[in-house]
């Protein structure tokens, strides 16, 4: 089976992580983990991430952030 792709989930409870981790490890998804923004930011400007999943208090604005350094990253890849 092939990799559908790699999704970066950032997540606060670690019981709720496992089970969906193994649910979309089960439909051939590669599943990069992060607890916090801060934990995420490498993994974001160093990985090819198809989608980010956010589990948090302050999910709207971790999103736009992260949103602006990924498409940052992005430009300096290619």
Do not use: W
Not at 2 to 30: C, M, P, V, W
Not at 52 to 60: M, R
Request: hydrophobic fraction near 40%; charge should be positive; charged fraction near 25%.
């Amino acid at each position: 089976m092939s990799i559908k792709g790699t999704l970066l989930y950032i997540h606060k409870d670690a019981a709720q992580f496992e089970q969906r981790k193994l649910f979309l490890e089960n439909n051939q998804y590669q599943i990069l983990s992060a607890g916090t923004d801060q934990d995420a930011l490498p993994l974001v400007m160093e990985r090819r991430i198809d989608a980010i999943l956010i589990e948090c208090a302050n999910e709207s604005s971790m999103a736009k952030k992260l949103k602006q350094i990924a498409l940052g990253s992005q430009s300096l890849r290619s």
